[in-house]
């Protein structure tokens, strides 16, 4: 099993410009979820999702859209970058309801807003 | 609001140097409280889960214990790859949300 795959690692976008980071995990798991991650301040929760077509806002939604069309797949589409989303964003997954909930992580997506 | 405050923010060690960091919470009725160890570059690792007061986790080195109000990550003789950035995350009962606090980050000096 790969686990949780990110890509991509590293980019540098334009303020203004859109992008999507995608998220595919392959452990079946149902719910994932996508945090950021500046300095000093932990891990923020932007969107995560309990199933397939199912989504919902975390702590820190403004500026960031998600989609869950399959178990697998759960991009996060950046609209109009703006500085203040220079962060490191963290895709993760759980298997909810048959174990202890730990959450798995991808490797991170680093991304520059200039 | 489920809360999460760690300390300290950064510790330093010598080699073979125990210490113990913290980890105080509030939750409305504690359903899991969670260990992650976070290397320079990486995602977090999942290290322990604790569902209950007094309740104790072993793995190596590390040793996480639980009270009603927060949690202790024990770190016996520690060596230089014990070295990364311990986070501890909360959930409340009926959520699968965890909440993070903002990490201890580790480095324990040859």
């Known amino acids: 099993n790969a686990g949780v795959t990110q890509t991509p690692k590293f980019r540098i976008l334009k303020i203004g410009q859109s992008m999507t980071l995608q998220c595919a995990q392959d452990m079946n798991h149902n719910y994932m979820y996508w945090y950021r991650q500046d300095p000093g301040m932990g891990l923020k929760l932007i969107y995560y999702s309990v199933g397939a077509g199912i989504t919902d806002k975390g702590e820190v939604p403004n500026g960031y859209n998600v989609s869950r069309s399959t178990t697998e797949d759960f991009p996060l589409r950046l609209e109009l970058a703006a500085p203040s989303q220079t962060s490191v964003y963290f895709c993760?997954?759980?298997?909810?309801?048959?174990?202890?909930?730990?959450?798995?992580f991808g490797e991170g997506s680093r991304l520059t807003v200039l | 609001e489920d809360q999460v405050t760690q300390s300290p923010e950064a510790l330093r060690l010598q080699e073979g140097e125990s210490s113990s960091l913290n980890c105080s919470y509030t939750v409305s009725g504690l359903r899991g409280l969670f260990w992650y160890r976070q290397d320079p570059g990486k995602g977090p690792e999942f290290l322990f889960t604790l569902y209950s007061a007094g309740e104790e986790k072993e793995k190596e080195r590390l040793k996480a214990t639980l009270t009603k109000k927060e949690s202790f990550l024990h770190i016996t003789a520690p060596k230089p790859e014990d070295s990364a950035t311990y986070l501890c995350?909360?959930?409340?009962?009926?959520?699968?949300?965890?909440?993070f606090g903002r990490g201890t980050s580790l480095i324990v000096h040859p």
């Open positions: 993760a997954s759980a298997l909810i309801g048959t174990n202890t909930g730990e959450l798995f």
């Open positions: 995350a909360v959930t409340g009962r009926g959520s699968y949300i965890p909440t």
